[in-house]
């Protein structure tokens, strides 16, 4: 039987997360709140209870669930998680963009940070990269799942759908990509930059298996990765389009594009953290 999920527990972890990634990017007046704050149900979800994976680190992954950042730049909250999940001390989170630091702006594989298996943040690479990790499972007879998560703004990025293609055409059925739906790019709506249309239809036509969820509640998201699972190994590669608001939950952040990579000043972080509990207390 399985065992039932607590949602309360990751919730409270979610809201910890959120409290890191804001006080991260204001300490240093840089960085990319709006998508990290949307994304952070998902990357709660999936290091405490949906990826199967190994700390210590191990770069190579070998029999481990592995997990690839395309939009690199909300690397706040793939920090704050990773450093909850113990791959390395929460204390490093206050050197977040600094001289020296292993927490770059995008993730770096050259400081040697655990978690990181590839540098990313040039938009639009991440799927191929995922592909690539999935097929050599495969050839390995390693029966674990690849997982990626991306922005929709860069699903404007031809090299997305050639890898699309790529993983339909050659059954690639470990993977699950991930959309971060918000609808919001750096410089504005997505409909209005460039329009997305019918995503669904879109990636259904280029032979995946689509999920549906709403990533800014932890129990649909929880169950929606679950269900995603449950589809891979059928001979085609699975898509969740998850549905954010860039920002939430803080409200005077949520749903517009101007905190895509804007920090918040001093009034606005006492406005922002009020909104949040600390639940296991700050770094």
Known sequence: MEQQVDIEKLQNLASQVRRDVLRMVHAVQSGHPGGSLGCTDYFVAMYFEIMDYKVPFKPDGINEDLFFLSNGHISPVWYSTLAHAGFFDVSELS??????SRLQG???TEEGLPGIRVASGSLGQGLSVAAGAAQAKKLNDDNHTVYVLMGDGEL?????WEAAMYA???KIDNLVATIDYNGQQIDG??????DLADLKAKWESFGWTV????????DSIVKAMKHAHSLTRKGRPVVNLMSTEMGFPIDFMVGTHKWHGVAPNDEQLEQALGQLEETLGDY
Do not use: L, Y
Not at 189 to 194: A, G, L
Not at 211 to 218: A, F, I, L, Q, T
């Open 95 to 100: 050197t977040f963009r600094k001289i020296d």
């Open 106 to 108: 995008h993730p770096a």
């Open 156 to 160: 404007q990025e031809g090299q997305v």
């Open 189 to 194: 709506p997505t409909k209005d930059v460039m």
């Open 211 to 218: 999920v549906e969820s709403n990533g800014n509640d932890m």
């Open 168 to 170: 339909s055409h050659h």
